[in-house]
Each structure stands twice: as C-alpha cells, then as structure tokens.
C-alpha cells in the first residue's frame, strides 16, 4: 500500500542556507527534488542526468517534447508560493494530472484530493451530530407518568449547560466505523459504474448485431418494394372490374331505352 504523503511536511534548512541567493524559480524544482515527494524516474530527472556532463544543458530543452511522468510548475508568487504539479504527459498538448504540491514559507506540502476533502468534512459533520445527539440523550429522562422530559425541567435552580466528555476510545470506534462507511459506499458506486458500462457495451453490440442482420437479410429500399407491388397490382385490377361493369351497366341502359 502506498505511503499516505499528504500528512508529510519537508522543509531543508540546510539547502537553503547553503544559496545565498534563497530559493527561487529557478532553483525551486532543485529544492523540490530533495523531498520524498520527487519521482526519480521522472523526465525531469532524466534530463537532468543526461545533460549535467556536457553543453546541453544550456540549450532550452522543451519536456512537452517527452512522454511520462514530469513535474511543472504551474503557479508561482515568488519568493513566498509555488504550486507543483505531477502530471503524466500524453503528448505535446495534453496531459493527466496525478497530483498537485505547493511549497510555502520553504515547506513543501501535498495537497489532498477531493475524495479526501469530501469525507474528512462528511466525518467532521457526522462527529459533531454524533456528539450532539449523545448530549440529548444525556439530558432526556424518563418517566412512566410525564413520559420524556428534559431533566431538571421542574427544577429552575439546575444548569442544563453540562458538557459532555467524549470518550477516546469512543471517538476512534465512531471515526472507524465512518471510515468503513465509506469505503462500503465507493465500492458500491464503483461495482454500479462498472455494470452500467457492461450494459451500455452489450446493449452496443446487440444493436450492432441487428444491424448487420438487417443488411445481411438485404435493403430496407428492397424489402419494403417487394409486398407493395403486389398489393398495388390488386388494387389496380379491382379499380379497372369496377370501371368495365359501371361501363356495361350504362350500355344495358341505353339498350333498353
């Protein structure tokens, strides 16, 4: 399992010190990559290597050239905030974020993701609706003739404002047992997705397969010209046997008069 990074901060004081000229632009990913947070495997790195012995390092290589993992700074407030961002490059104009750092005050920090913001605030809210209902319940008594009552209702002398003590132990049980809440929902939310996609997948193949049956059987063009001709072939003999007796009726007509 991968080390949880965004509970580490790392500040080098000894690098810092060791510049006169202080960290800046050009020189932060230097500091950056001092920390536990750098790839060494990185394209970054790789140029590094291979133009530190010789007159490439001068020329202004472009990493958007490269494909793999890379760091870029995507934000900057000198000498105060820089916003490092880990990103696997797809091509020249496109790439897939991995993660996001920031350095402040010379500490070098992980920023969290959503899923991480979300449920610590969930569980933040949960806690204290946990603790609020405890405190109810502690203030609740009841009785077979008044029923529930708060306790010292009767009595304008008692102090409603006790303050309940949360217990350690208690407070570790409610956060694993949110934790495994969690947990439970994403695998949910993932095992529907992966379903609807299946679906959707067959539901393509099976229209497809159709398809090509109805091509395969002929055109629609000449499947539907096939039964309308001899349908309009009848409705044309019977037009024309109407047409001849209503002539011979006019004949025998004429005879007789």
């Known amino acids: 399992m991968a080390e949880d990074l965004t509970t580490i901060t790392w500040r080098s004081v000894e690098w810092i010190q060791s510049r006169p000229e202080g960290l800046n632009s050009n020189n932060v990913l230097d500091y950056f990559a001092e920390s536990p947070f750098w790839d060494n495997q990185c394209n970054n790195a790789i140029l590094k290597m291979q133009t530190q012995y010789n007159d490439l ?15 870029q700074i995507v934000h900057e407030k000198a000498p ?19 993660a996001t750092f920031y350095i402040l005050n010379n500490n070098i920090y992980q920023a969290p993701d959503l899923y991480s913001i979300i449920g610590t ?37 008692a102090s409603r404002k006790s303050k309940v003590q949360q217990d350690p132990i208690e407070l570790i049980d ?14 949910k939310m993932q095992q529907q997705l992966a379903q609807a996609i299946t679906q959707t997948e067959e539901d393509n193949l ?6 090509n049956d109805s091509l395969m059987a ?4 000449e499947m539907s010209d096939s039964p309308s001709q001899p349908m309009a072939t009848d409705q044309m003999g019977k037009r024309r046997k109407k047409s ?11 005879q007789t008069g």
Do not use: C
């Not at 409610?174 to 695998?187: I, K, Q, S």
């Not at 099976?206 to 398809?211: C, D, G, K, P, T």
């Open 57 to 71: 390092k001068d020329l202004n290589v472009d990493l958007r050239k490269m494909k793999g993992i890379e760091f």
């Open 80 to 98: 105060v905030l820089w916003v490092i961002r880990k990103q696997n490059r797809l091509s020249e104009w496109s790439v897939s974020p991995i």
């Open 121 to 157: 605030r969930i569980l933040t809210s949960l806690y204290y609706l946990h603790i609020a209902f405890n405190t109810a319940l502690q203030e609740v008594e009841f009785h077979p003739a008044t029923g529930y009552t708060w306790k010292g209702a009767n009595d304008p002398n």
């Open 174 to 187: 409610f956060r694993n047992g949110a934790d495994r809440a969690f947990g439970n929902v994403t695998r």
């Open 206 to 211: 099976s229209a497809i397969n159709e398809l």
């Open 218 to 221: 002929g055109t629609p063009g």
């Open 244 to 254: 001849e007796d209503a002539t011979g009726k006019k004949k025998k007509k004429k």
